[in-house]
């Protein structure tokens, strides 16, 4: 991009980029999943992070280090239209920074944020940013005081209720008493490029871990004669860090129970929030009922009135109101109309299509399946590539079958169409308005609208055959 394009975002006169540490492996994860792809809310780690930024700066500004199985962290975050930019060799979050110096040497101020710090909110980042213009400093460092430090860097204060910062000192060079330090670094910064720049080869590894911190340009800069002051974040959960698995699932949950939080806050009853699993980005409309153990997963969304009950799993569907989902279903990419239910055990597959006020019942299974207002489908049914018309009433045990083992053919029921149980239906086929179809049918033809079509062997009954043929053999017996 060209300078002048960059020139155009500017903020406050000064132009900023947006660089976000993600190249680490995360050997504390002990996981074959580079860190910044684990999940929290449904998301990776790393959107997340790229969501709050993209918030400050438009996603061109956005430049992502990584380096740990690079192509599967691009892979995964290249729709989000950010930068990427290598960190071949991971020798540390300041070597992180000069791999990325050539790609974001044009911009005024940058802000640095951590691929695994994930729950931090755009209004934080934006607070940092003002405190460091405010300030005139050359380094910010976002902090926080969480119930426990152990593990992260800590903050010098200069004196007490200084702004200004004369070191961060990582967990393991402690001195001390600098254990007891209980304001932390939330690997979070605001700062000026061009003091930056002109001291980043200062950095050196002579450290525990023989690595380029990014946190020694604290004291790098401060001894230059540079402004360096730290603001601390007004809640601390924000900035807690995921390391371990158990840090993770503990962030998965603080972030699951703010969109619980939220939803109860606008009208939806989810009872024994802890136990449900909602997704970021789920919407629920008010007076909707969420019953214990439910995961509402990916984009999907619900509207009021509605039942949701224990046991199922809903991802990437859209539910219109007073709908019933009864317990132990699981429903994916599919739609529901208004007033309609499900369940118990049922299964929608993607791209099941049910209309209002439709009833699809236990043990059925759907995918690609339209089914139209009002029609039902009650009792250990499976509907593949299928249109079931308004009213229609599916008996139980019904199947469509939709593949010959290489390709698959649509069924196209009509309106007010009576499916006997148990009947087979061999598609490609159509069954016309206002058809019946006989109990235990294999159909193969289609059925004219109106007509009845049967088709099974005509059922033969023997009178008397059971008690002739006892007789013939106690018979047999007697003559031995
Ligand atoms: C870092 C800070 C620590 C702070 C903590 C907050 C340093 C030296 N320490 O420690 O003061 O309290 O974050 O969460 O910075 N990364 C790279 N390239 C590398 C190494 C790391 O891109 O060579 C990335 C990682 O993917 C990660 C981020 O930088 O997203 C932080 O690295 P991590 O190893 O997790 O640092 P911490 O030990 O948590
Ligand atoms: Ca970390």
Redesign the pocket.
Known sequence: MSNQAKNVETRNGANLAVV?????????LKSKR???LHQIGGKP??AHVIAAAARVVAPEHIYV????QADRVRAALASTGVQFVE?T????????IQCARQAISGYESLLVL????PLIRTGTIEQMSRFHEAQRAAMTILTAHPEDPA????IVRRAAGSPEVDA?V??KSLAPGQERIGE?????YAFLSAPLFAHLDQLTANNA?G??????MAGILRAAGERVVAVEAENAAE???A?TIAELVALDAAMRNTTARRLMDSGVTIFRPETCVIDAEVEVAPDTVIEPFVQLRGKTRVGGDCLIRSYTVIEDCTLGDAVEILPGCMLESSSVGDGARIGPFAHMRPGSEIGEKAHIGNFVETKKAKVGKGAKANHLTYLGDAEIGEGTNVGAGVITCNYDGANKYMTRIGKNVFVGSDSTLVAPITLEDGSYIGAGSCITKDVPAGALAVGRARQVTKEGWVTARRAKREAADRAK
Do not use: F, M
């Not at 690595?211 to 020694?216: A, K």
């Open positions: 976000i540490l993600a190249a680490g492996k995360g050997t504390r580079p860190k910044v780690l790393l280090v990584i380096g740990h960190q060799e991971q020798r540390g979050t300041g070597h992180a951590s691929g695994d710090v593990g992260y860097g800590r961060i990582e967990q932390i670094n939330s690997g979070i871990h690595e380029l911190y990014l946190t020694d900035v807690l860090g390391n």
